[in-house]
């Protein structure tokens, strides 16, 4: 497996053990370590409330490795996971992060063909599955994918296992393992792109290590801190920044959600006293239409994280007013490079940027089309390097060339620049661009000042094929709770007073009850150019 993905050079990675930053500790010992610091504590709690201690964790855990080799699976082997946002989750990867194998991450709202495309591209011979989640049955997708893909050799259900094997009749007794290096890949994260199948995201022990320290230094994660897990847990964001892993190894608490909706996690909040969680911009609309008719006390509730997609300052504004909890903007990517506010930045630094990289061994770059480095203040697209940002997707040798500079920078393809104090500030994405007329327009930008009219939710701005002009600006608007949808004279009157040039203005807006997702719950602008696309030639 290893000669698919792209190490570090090995100067490098002696560098970073050198300073300690990679200590070479495996995610398996990492959790042994705080079983035994913890062990009766708090570590899980699932959506109805059942509590898993540190040790129950642990010993679960080794029970899972030591049946998963009984059944056949070997250091090495790729295994699916795909689960909701449960403690098997947590449990299930932590016996293969001992075995030595490696979970590849899937999306419980993945279906056969991505589950057929990371099967295949995986070389998994293993999938875990619930039984059903959401109304669907996964058994009826496991027996799709036994079908499509021949590597596929075991299908492993928590839950009623129908035909196949349960993952309670997994367990066994704890058994010596040879377990992996801390060098070695730990765990598959995907890409989060929604324009074509996900690619691999090799994540090393010892790196990912590394980020669940920073990241709970960062956020002051204690032993007293309850973090609710909303998105997807395989989604980078909630599984590690700090997210579950990073609130257990300070001595925390996570409570999992299965849903977003608001009145649902604000339950959770008061039940467990909830201090941490994170969201991305869509969720935060929803709770903010909610917050001031609920009942539920939120007033444990300290950090709120945003991160995923721009947040525009006057919704950040709007956080802290309504949570009473502290807003902390992060900038990231599943690939590595993360960026956070700081707890004690001003106010300004907080709603305005995306805060600044998390290790003395990050390094990044803003630069131009041609690979030169910007004037401080300037946008350019952003390249990242360090210890826990990946060097090459694997298998994907052809793509990496193109990905990643010579010298091992990772092209993130976002829009950046850098303000004086050196904090990031997202200013959109490379292919997030409307070519109109010749004009080069800033999809996020219009977003940013559509979504400042009080009648407007949320915005979405795509390409429109125009014969003329190449491309139309067509907006897409999600209208606020009571308020009438703005109509486009309106909106291009408040873009106008906002300082924005004529060839930005929208040429067409559309009022929708809301906007489609991804997975990762960002805007799917891929389904709305299909969708305008479709209107035209309709």
């Known amino acids: ?18 300073r300690g930053i990679w200590r070479g500790e495996t995610l398996g010992d ?38 998963f080799q009984a059944k056949g699976i070997a250091p090495g082997d790729r295994v699916l ?31 056969s063909n991505e589950i057929g495309h990371l099967a295949r591209l995986s070389g998994a011979q293993t999938y875990v599955i619930p039984d059903e989640f959401n109304g669907f049955d996964h058994r009826v997708l496991a027996r799709d994918a036994l079908k499509e893909c021949p590597e596929l050799e075991r299908i492993v259900v928590a839950g009623d296992p129908g035909e196949f094997t349960a993952l309670a009749d997994v367990e066994a007794e704890p058994a010596d ?41 960062v956020c002051a994660t204690t032993g007293d801190s309850v973090y609710l897990a909303v998105l997807p847990i395989e989604f980078n964001f ?57 009942r539920h006390d939120l007033s444990s509730l300290k950090l709120v994280q945003v991160s995923s997609a721009k947040l525009h300052p006057e919704l950040a504004s709007r956080i802290e007013p309504a949570f009473g909890a502290q807003l902390q903007q992060v900038y990231g990517m599943s690939e590595g490079m993360l960026t956070f506010t700081r707890l004690d930045d001003p106010p300004e630094t907080v709603l305005e940027t995306q805060g600044r990289p998390l290790s003395p061994a990050d390094e990044i770059r803003v630069v131009d ?71 080069k327009i800033s999809a996020p930008e219009v977003e940013e000042h559509l979504t400042a009219h009080p009648g407007v939710e949320q915005a979405a701005v795509v390409p429109a094929p125009d014969e003329i002009l190449g491309e139309r600006v067509h907006a897409y608007v999600v209208p606020a709770s009571g308020s009438p949808a703005p109509r486009l004279p309106e909106l291009r009157r408040l873009l106008r007073s906002r300082g924005l040039a004529d060839h930005k203005l929208p040429d067409q807006v559309e009022a929708v009850d809301s906007l489609p997702m991804t997975g990762l719950n960002k805007v799917d602008k891929k389904v709305l150019i299909a969708r305008v696309s479709d209107q035209r030639t309709g």
């Open 1 to 18: 497996m290893l000669d698919d993905c792209v190490p570090w050079p090995e100067d490098v990675a002696d560098g970073y053990r050198a």
């Open 30 to 67: 990492l959790l042994r370590r705080w079983a035994a610091e913890y062990r009766d504590r708090t570590a899980l709690i699932d959506a109805a409330g059942d509590r898993l201690s540190y040790s129950a964790l642990d010993g679960w855990s080794d029970r899972l490795a030591a049946g």
């Open 81 to 111: 996971v795909q689960l909701p946002n449960r403690p098997e989750f947590v449990a299930v990867c932590f016996a293969l992060f001992r075995l030595g194998a490696v979970p590849v991450f899937a999306l419980p709202s993945f279906r």
């Open 177 to 217: 393992l040879p377990g992996p290096q801390a060098s070695d890949i730990a765990f598959f994260l995907l890409s989060g792109g929604t324009t074509a199948l996900p690619k691999l995201i090799p994540r090393t022990h010892e790196g990912y290590a590394h980020q669940l320290e920073v990241t709970s230094e």
């Open 238 to 294: 909630p599984w590690g920044c700090p997210g579950v892993l990073g609130t257990l190894s300070r001595g925390g608490t996570a409570v999992f959600a299965e849903t977003a909706h608001p009145e649902t996690c604000f339950a959770l909040v008061e039940r467990h006293r909830v201090t941490i969680t994170s969201i991305v911009p869509t969720i935060v609309h929803l709770w903010l239409s909610a917050v001031s008719d609920t």
């Open 369 to 439: 089309s041609a690979g030169r480095e910007v004037p401080q203040g300037e946008v350019g697209e952003l390249l990242a390097r360090g210890p826990y940002t990946l060097r090459g997707y694997y298998r994907a040798r052809e793509h990496n060339r193109i990905a990643f500079t010579a010298d091992g920078f990772y092209r993130s393809g976002d829009l950046v620049r850098l303000t004086e104090r050196g904090d990031v500030v997202v200013e959109g994405r490379i292919k997030d661009i409307i070519s109109r007329g010749g004009n």
